[in-house]
Structures are given as structure tokens and as C-alpha cells.
């Protein structure tokens, strides 16, 4: 599975106005810089939030996801999460006499009548039916999916106003002349 989030075009409207103003090379130059200072920012809260929200090690989420910067030419940011659900051996499953405990979602959960077999990873089993045979792995969260939800969701969305700001402060600081070095220096500063 694979999710994949794009930036707002409300943003990109308020966008080429502004590149009537200031001409069109250094408007995208501008946009591309807010898109991808507020596009790593969003990022890395969404990890955080991710990571906190499912219970994932934070490892794993971030080998999971990406995060593909704006140009000039593409003028936006990607933000990608791939990958499968997670065995619940990802959680600290434990076996106990009345089946498994894993931390998921931020809490123990109880799976009753379920069991870890250590020849398979440490994952967790449980049994389809009265018959020993067949069995079923029981499987934890994924990290596209989380990313859909609660707080990392809130954390990506949470950007769209931030880039609007950070482009009209960058065309207001090219506009008064002190240019793209003078934005750098400022930051620096701060």
C-alpha cells in the first residue's frame, strides 16, 4: 500500500498573483523555498505523531517514509508512506495463560486464545477454528494507513497556512531588496 500527499492549490492561486508582482522566476524560486522549509517541518511532526499515535518504533516509520522536495520547475512537496502491517513481534508481544499482550495504539491490548510461535519471528497466532491446523497471524498497524488518521493527518495538513506565510515573507523581503540571502541571513539569526 502506498499513500501519497500533495500540497494545497489554494496556495498555488494565492501563488501566481503574487508572480505578477515580483516576475515569474523569482516568485517560483520563492514558493519552491517556503514549500520545501514547511514541507520538512510537516514532515518530521508527522513522523512524530505517527510514531506516537500507532505505537510504530520510530525506525520503522521512518524508513517507511519520504519525503521528495519542491523545484522550481515542480513547485511541490511529497510526502510518501509505504508498506505493509506490522506483525504484532513489532509491538512487544508477550505471551501469556490466557494469549498475547501488545502495545498498540498507545495501549496494552489483549488478544485472547492467541499465541507466539518463535520459529516464525515472534509472531502472534491465533486459531481459525476448534482444529489445530489452520492458523492466522495477527497483524498490528501500517504506516500509510496511520498516516490518514488523527494526528499525523493534522500534522501534514497543519502546513498549507505556514507555506502562504513563508512565500509572502520571502517576495516581501525580495520585494524591499534585501533578496533571497537576506532571508537566509535572517533566519539564521532567529
Known sequence: MRVVFLEADDVRIRFEAACTRL???????????????EGRKSFTAMRRALSLQSSIPRGAVNAAMRFKGATRATLSTTTAGTGRHLPLSFFGAKQFSYGVRAKI????QTFRSAFVVNRYGNGAFKRKGKARFPIEQLWGPAVP????????????????????????????????GAGFRGAQRNRSAA
Open 23 to 37: 516576475g515569474e522566476g523569482e516568485a517560483r524560486r520563492a514558493f519552491s523555498m517556503a514549500l520545501n522549509k
Open 105 to 108: 495504539w498507545g495501549r496494552a
Open 145 to 176: 494507513v496511520e498516516m490518514l488518521r488523527d494526528e499525523a493527518y493534522a500534522a501534514w495538513t497543519d502546513q498549507h497556512p505556514r507555506v502562504l506565510r513563508e512565500c509572502e515573507r520571502l517576495i516581501a523581503l525580495v520585494l524591499t
